[in-house]
């Protein structure tokens, strides 16, 4: 359930409708525009927005701050998410969220804001009940952990996979590409057995069906996924919504993986004496194959 302390960002409009000061001649004329085009008007540069109304560039950014914004990049990053949210897929996505601005600050400032963006709204927006009740199926007696990620899934699959493996006795990360089909390695699923998933779109009809079979034969299934209505969140006991807004044509999984790496902290510490064993087991093991020494910083 949302935190009630966290309100939701205020859209342009309302920043518009809740600004009483008086305005110039060219303000309203900015305003005109914004609200004309909304949301695609605000993804040109300040300049290019300026030149259509008669001003000038510092005149649209002193009105965006005058509305409550820090930044002309916090309002078209704003701008942004809802044409990520309105358009179907990155490809449709390209042209609306690719502006003329191509310099490389531009691309990590956009980066940044996004993933600021994403992070705040999804822990805002997170049911927090769904993943409390998730972390209790994954440390309840006798469970078998099935870990499946298809497409943008894949590494955060393999990342849930390798962490929960050390808090957890029974982690089996699923795989199509293997010796063995996916089909072949579900074959002994029932109640004791549970599916945790991250899809994305595009959504993986091979996840709806493993879903739907892991809920047919009594077992239960916990989704990361960015929307309510992926094919298989039907058969989801338990889902964690994420926002994966961009500033380019690619959805960004920086939310995901935060709350991936909450789920596996949480089981972490519910599990603290076999992760304790774990890492002395692992000791001997790691040190022939790897170096984890920190990196020294370089000398100037």
């Known amino acids: 359930m949302p935190h009630a302390d966290t309100p939701a960002a205020p859209s342009l409009n309302q920043r518009i409708s809740g600004y009483g000061k008086k305005l110039t001649k060219s303000e309203r004329r900015l305003i005109e525009e914004l609200q004309a085009h909304h949301p695609q008007g605000l993804l040109e540069s300040a300049t290019s927005l300026a030149r259509k109304v008669g001003t000038s560039a510092s005149t649209v950014v002193r009105l965006l701050a005058k509305l409550g914004y820090t930044s002309y990049a916090q309002a078209q990053m704003e701008a942004r998410a809802e044409v990520t949210a309105l358009l179907a897929s990155p490809a449709t996505r390209a042209d609306a969220v690719i502006g003329d601005d191509t310099s490389v600050r531009s691309c990590l400032d956009n980066a940044l804001l996004h993933d600021q963006h994403n992070l705040a709204a999804t822990f805002a927006a997170l049911d927090v009940s769904a993943f409390e009740a998730a972390v209790k199926l994954l440390t309840q007696r006798k469970v078998r952990v099935h870990v499946l990620g298809q497409r943008h899934g894949v590494p955060l699959a393999s990342h849930l996979a390798l962490h929960l493996n050390l808090c957890l006795p029974d982690v089996r990360l699923l795989s199509g590409a293997g010796p063995l ?23 993986s009809l091979a996840i709806a069906r493993t879903a739907a079979y892991f809920r047919a034969r009594g077992a239960k299934v916990v989704m990361v996924t960015d929307s309510p209505t992926a094919p298989a969140a039907a058969s989801a006991d338990h889902l964690l919504l994420v926002r994966t807004s961009s500033a380019s044509p690619f959805d960004s999984y920086t939310a995901a993986l935060s709350v991936c790496n909450a789920l596996i902290t949480a089981v972490a510490q519910r599990r603290k004496k076999e992760l304790a064993v774990a890492f002395e087991r692992g000791a001997p093991l ?8 920190a990196p020294r910083a370089s000398s100037s």
């Open 181 to 203: 089909p996916l089909e072949d390695q579900l074959l002994r699923i029932d109640e004791h057995d549970l599916l945790l998933t991250p899809t994305f779109r595009r959504h």
């Open 286 to 293: 790691w040190e022939p194959q790897w170096n984890d020494a």
